[in-house]
């Protein structure tokens, strides 16, 4: 029975009567006290300091205009994989512009993460979520599955174990994380296409982007004009001297104001001419 008479709760003072209670409490603060205060060769006042685990960084962006290193995407995932404690990234590979349902081995950033692994024995992977490593599901099992026959542990920034495959539980909600992620996949492409139908139904442009004869439809008759060959010697103006002239005629970028480059004169003077309606189209879109 558990009573002052019995037990005097010393805990540590030297004392002869314990309750079963106080007992298994010193006991297991014994243990904890013991765990957190193994002594290793830093001298750092008998703790021991965990070593953080190497691994690789793994990051995919799937949308062309959300490409490139300094993005949004590549930075979110980047920040989110720092803030996951335990580990040091030692490399990362980025599959820039890659679609989250490309099979595996048709990813070439990936592909030398494979290389890596086999090469230097860095066992751990780290993603910031299931969705970044893929979207459609068989995809997303079949990495997960080629990464578990060579004995490697993918890890999401919020501390879960994609490979863990001793858990059904995990395993299971890792499959429902992946239906789920192509499932928001799928209703994201239909209503952007949606969106695109509604626009070309209404006479504007739908995707993709504006060429210069769709931006600058009054300046490109008059470029094709002046790139023509003069009659009497046969040759060409230069694009830069196009791209003055274009000007001197109230011809430039719009918005900076400035003369149009070489390269936008030679677009403008092997590119299409303009379709009727093409600036009331590109003004309605911007």
Same mark, same amino acid.
């Given at each position: 029975?558990?009573?002052?008479?019995?037990?005097?709760?010393?805990?540590?003072?030297? &004392?002869?009567?314990?309750?079963?209670?106080?007992?298994?409490?010193?006991?297991?603060?014994?243990?904890?006290?013991?765990?957190?205060?193994?002594?290793?060769?830093?001298?750092?006042?008998?703790?021991?300091?965990?070593?953080?685990?190497?691994?690789?960084? &793994?990051?995919?962006?799937?949308?062309?205009?959300?490409?490139?290193?300094?993005?949004?995407?590549?930075?979110?995932?980047?920040?989110?994989?720092?803030?996951?404690?335990?580990?040091?990234?030692?490399?990362?590979?980025?599959?820039?512009?890659?679609?989250?349902?490309?099979?595996?081995?048709?990813?070439?950033?990936?592909?030398?993460?494979?290389?890596?692994?086999?090469?230097?024995?860095?066992?751990?992977?780290?993603?910031?979520?299931?969705?970044?490593?893929?979207?459609?599901?068989?995809?997303?099992?079949?990495?997960?599955?080629?990464?578990?026959?060579?004995?490697?542990?993918?890890?999401?920034?919020?501390?879960?174990?994609?490979?863990?495959?001793?858990?059904?539980?995990?395993?299971?909600?890792?499959?429902?994380?992946?239906?789920?992620?192509?499932?928001?996949?799928?209703?994201?492409?239909?209503?952007?296409?949606?969106?695109?139908?509604?626009?070309?139904?209404?006479?504007?442009?739908?995707?993709?982007?504006?060429?210069?004869?769709?931006? &600058?439809?009054?300046?490109?008759?008059?470029?094709?004009?002046?790139?023509?060959?003069?009659?009497?010697?046969?040759?060409?103006?230069?694009?830069?001297?196009?791209?003055?002239?274009?000007?001197?005629?109230?011809?430039?970028?719009?918005?900076?104001?400035?003369?149009?480059?070489?390269?936008?004169?030679?677009?403008?003077?092997?590119?299409?001419?303009?379709?009727?309606?093409?600036?009331?189209?590109?003004?309605?879109?911007?």
């Amino acid at each position: 029975m558990h009573t002052a008479r019995h037990c005097s709760h010393g805990m540590g003072r030297g &004392y002869r009567l314990r309750c079963g209670a106080c007992y298994w409490l010193q006991t297991v603060l014994f243990f904890l006290k013991s765990d957190t205060q193994i002594t290793d060769n830093t001298g750092n006042n008998g703790h021991k300091t965990i070593e953080n685990m190497k691994a690789f960084a &793994y990051l995919r962006t799937s949308n062309v205009a959300k490409t490139g290193d300094k993005t949004d995407s590549a930075s979110r995932q980047r920040d989110a994989i720092k803030r996951l404690d335990g580990f040091e990234v030692v490399a990362e590979y980025y599959d820039d512009g890659v679609s989250g349902a490309v099979s595996i081995a048709d990813r070439p950033e990936f592909a030398k993460l494979l290389d890596a692994i086999e090469a230097n024995g860095v066992k751990t992977v780290l993603v910031e979520d299931a969705s970044r490593f893929a979207r459609d599901l068989i995809t997303q099992e079949t990495g997960l599955v080629a990464l578990i026959e060579r004995g490697v542990k993918v890890f999401a920034a919020n501390g879960d174990e994609l490979t863990a495959t001793d858990d059904p539980m995990r395993v299971a909600m890792r499959q429902i994380a992946g239906t789920f992620a192509q499932l928001e996949k799928t209703r994201l492409v239909h209503k952007l296409k949606a969106g695109r139908d509604r626009k070309w139904a209404a006479g504007e442009k739908g995707s993709g982007r504006f060429s210069m004869a769709e931006k &600058y439809p009054d300046a490109v008759p008059l470029a094709k004009r002046l790139y023509r060959r003069s009659p009497k010697t046969g040759e060409r103006r230069s694009l830069r001297k196009i791209a003055k002239l274009l000007a001197d005629e109230g011809y430039v970028i719009r918005g900076s104001g400035k003369p149009f480059s070489a390269s936008m004169v030679k677009t403008m003077c092997y590119g299409p001419l303009p379709e009727k309606g093409a600036l009331a189209s590109y003004v309605n879109s911007a």
